[in-house]
């Protein structure tokens, strides 16, 4: 009987579609944690991801006892349907066998497919808003600064690294502005002499431990420097895990753990994608319950979404690091190392042409790689851009039947160009030059603005110059704010306050929606409005509802 596949085709429909999950609370350390879900009740079928995910974590800390309810009239009409005959003689040993072969057999088999079949669905959502998420985050625009970066701390002090426009490290320092030392203006006096000494005008501050000390302290400094300084507070997610690893050891062999990290956070305002690519993709700080998902799926996923990014935006030869090369269609970390060690040696490349001279990059993988990786003031303008070397030809021929040169590339003298194809005809130009009309249209594009980086086009960082607190808020304040991160139930918005604030799915927008992510991406510019601070809980709760209006 529990072996018949009809028989439980029909059982799984039934419980897919009529079951309950239910929750109690077992009594242990962690469960105040999961009180939300003492006595919990909802249907299979409409049961949220993020909660599948919440109700399984708190059965793994031994903190609920979960179940799968059905009334079992419905499971035994199901039974009886198939397998009882109506025979006097034998009607009570069949209802005794059948409903043996349920208690036992069916409905553990049932209820154990049924879980897993929720954690299955749960897990693929998960995992597409972390690749939702990552996207924007490392999209978000560079910005080409003297920094500083302020890795926080009590007792140990704040690290301080100050980096140039290129990411290289200038100078390296060590302050105690925050609690037990408190050395506020001999802090003060420090920092200021790096900010006049590398023009440096951006501070990059870790939110991790001490991070609103820190915030508060550099907001005072501020208004001792001359020079136009303002601030922004980063996500510290992985940074302890680059400077303890391998990585980050071989780019910092004199530097401590914490100075590592200073550079990492100073690196994440400047570029983003450079910095966020050297750590593991699940410690990025996006999306929900990163260790509980199939690791090897959110790692293939997320790394799809990374190598995407790094070869839309392009590399520079010259600049990037061995594990942002990495990651560019037709190389691997091999032969990244191998490119990185030719440049040392003939001290920078100057076109593309010189990759087939790296050991181990044969005719192949320079066919891949060779459009995604930018010469920038090299011998070739052309290499300073996504024109692929097998379409320079046709590039060529393009400048030379409007009379223009390489030069005037350089020289940016070419904005008529468009004007002049579309006067003479898109597909006339494209069979002259012997291409297809979407390549022209490609190369154009890229000839308007060699160099370009497609980043730039997105919102800058938020950079702040003041500090609140959450006792500083009041209810129905307005704010702009930052998506941090995107969920099943709402998002997280940073408003300059150490917490980020969450605006609930049923406060973004008065039109309904299905999922915050149909009108929210991370790094998004937001206006919202306070509805309650709970500061026991450190608990912020925002609307986006209603506010022009006001």
Partial sequence: MSDNAELRKELRLLLENKAFITCELVENENSPT???????KQEVKNIPSHRILAINRGEKEKCLKVNIEINPDLTMAVINKHFKKNNPDTDS???????????RLLFPALERECRNNLTDKADEQAIKMFEVNLNPLLMEAPLKNNIIGLDTAYRTGCKIAVIDKNGNVLDTAVVYPT?????????IEKLKKLIEKYNVNVISIGNGTAS????????????????????????EAGASVYSASKLGAEEFPDYDVSLRS?????????????????????????GQYQHDMPQNRLTEVLTGVVEDCVNSVGVDLNTASPSLL?????????????IVSYRAKVKGIKNREQLLQVPKLGPKAYEQCAGFLRVVGGDEILDNTAVHPESYN?????????????????????????????????????????????????????????????????PKPVLRSDVITMEDLKEGMVFDGVVRNVVDFGAFVDIGVHQDGLVHISQISDAYIKHPSEVLKVGDRVKVKVLSVDL???????????IEEE
């Fill in 212 to 235: 609103k000390e820190a915030e508060i302290f550099v907001s005072e400094l501020i208004k001792h420097v001359s020079r136009p300084v303002s601030y922004a507070v980063v996500s």
């Fill in 394 to 458: 046709a590039t060529r021929k393009l400048l030379k039947l409007f009379d223009m040169s390489e030069e005037d590339v350089k020289n940016g003298n070419i904005s008529n160009l468009p004007k002049l194809i579309e006067l003479k005809g898109e597909e006339k130009v494209a069979k002259e030059c012997e291409i297809g009309v979407p390549t022209l249209n490609d190369i154009t594009k890229e000839l308007l603005k060699p160099g370009r980086d497609i980043r730039e086009s997105m």
């Fill in 34 to 40: 999961y009180e939300t879900y003492a006595g919990f």
């Fill in 536 to 546: 026991s809980k450190k608990r912020i709760s925002l609307t986006m509802k209603g």
């Fill in 179 to 187: 609690p037990p030392q408190s050395k506020t203006e001999e802090s």
């Fill in 262 to 286: 200073a550079v990492s956070i100073a690196r994440r305002l400047q570029d983003p994608l450079a910095e966020l690519i050297k750590i593991d993709v699940k410690s990025i700080g996006v």
């Fill in 326 to 338: 990495s990651y560019v269609s037709g190389l691997n970390m091999s032969i990244a190392k191998n």
């Fill in 93 to 103: 040993l069949m209802e005794e066998t059948l409903q043996d072969a349920y208690d």
